[in-house]
């Protein structure tokens, strides 16, 4: 695998998330530059690149891909563009850090890490919770066993109905509920989060079965999955996504549940930890983000690179997500 003195980042996709989540993280951290942004419009790629002090910005990502002086590509474009540009980078013999949901389909998944190792390069996705402290004091708290032996995970996400017209992939913000440019609609870019942080706290998921519709018709996407799953270690787990109630219905909680107790947290949005012990007082941990919140999980990334850590969000893992979500989200008309 390869090593580098240094992580010189080109960016595919200047869009949002690199404003503040992702992108300025890239400048922050020791032994990492960002070196060139891409868009295919030119015009956003070169404002960006003078707002955020970058030296080289493109309207074509071969260009930026092929640049000798990039040796890292994070791809931050929808997930319909993944395989194309990981398959892309790979070959160039670039590092590759790919946005979260890892592609659209498991096989475009599979493609993309067979492709990584053929050419020896590294391919880590970005599963950024995986490194928040909120998620690491829940993975202390299982180590530790706080809970006691774990039976039963329990995942609720419900949100009002969002009704958006015009898709036209990806030329528009609407490109999370297409299908042929997300692979699914909001379970595929929300749920995607949380079925990562439990393969991270648990291990693989080895069984999952559900079942998906379009109840509202508000989009082409399904809009309610319901499903449960069996990790490999044997705890067993529940999941339903609802994005089709009203706002006082609206919630979202991964509860976890053990033979002494149950940690309660959310993923989006709010960053405590709920711990209740049988007879003892509920504690509650909260915990500061940073804006960059990518910045952790990039931290992880670039010290794998330069040879003094490792990052355990890689493309086997985001795979296994995507396969888990396809097992959860089997479309059924009504």
Not at 114 to 125: D, G, S, T
Not at 164 to 180: L, M, Q, V, Y
Request: charged fraction near 25%.
């Amino acid at each position: 695998m390869m090593k580098f003195n240094e992580v010189r980042w080109g960016i595919i996709g200047v869009g949002d998330v690199c404003e503040v989540k992702s992108g300025p993280a890239l400048q922050n951290i020791s032994n990492s530059q960002l070196v060139a942004v891409m868009r295919r419009n030119g015009e956003k790629a070169k404002d960006f690149a003078e707002r955020h002090k970058v030296a080289k910005w493109y309207d074509n990502a071969d260009l930026l891909i092929n640049d000798p002086e990039v040796n890292a590509i994070y791809i931050a474009t929808p997930p319909n563009s993944h395989e194309e540009y990981t398959l892309k980078a790979a070959k160039a013999g670039k590092a590759v850090y790919v946005e979260k949901p890892m592609a659209r389909t498991y096989t475009e998944c599979i493609s993309m890490v067979k492709a990584c190792e053929r050419a020896k390069v590294p391919l880590f996705v970005a599963y950024y919770r995986r490194a928040l402290p909120n998620i690491l004091k829940v993975k202390s708290l299982l180590e530790n066993k706080a809970i006691g032996e774990i039976r039963y995970v329990e995942i609720k996400l419900l949100k009002a109905l969002e009704q958006k017209k015009g898709i036209k992939g990806n030329d528009t913000e609407n490109w999370r509920i297409a299908p042929e440019v997300a692979g699914g609609g909001y379970f595929y870019d929300l749920a995607s989060h949380q079925l990562d942080v439990l393969d991270f706290l648990f291990g693989p998921i080895i069984e999952a079965n559900g079942i998906s519709l379009n109840q509202a018709g508000g989009y082409p996407a399904e809009d309610i999955t319901n499903g449960t799953f069996i990790f490999e270690n044997g705890v067993m787990g529940h999941g339903i996504w609802a994005f089709n109630t009203s706002r006082v219905s609206e919630h979202e909680l991964i509860t976890i549940i053990g033979s002494k107790g149950q940690i309660v947290f959310p993923i989006f949005g709010d960053n405590r930890v709920n711990l209740k012990i049988e007879g003892e007082e509920e504690t509650v941990f909260n915990f500061n983000i940073s804006k960059h919140i990518q910045q952790p999980l990039i931290q992880t990334v670039v010290n794998d690179l330069i040879g003094i850590g490792k990052c355990e969000s890689t493309g086997v893992s985001g795979a296994r997500t995507n396969w888990v979500m396809s097992q959860l989200n089997q479309f059924r008309s009504i």
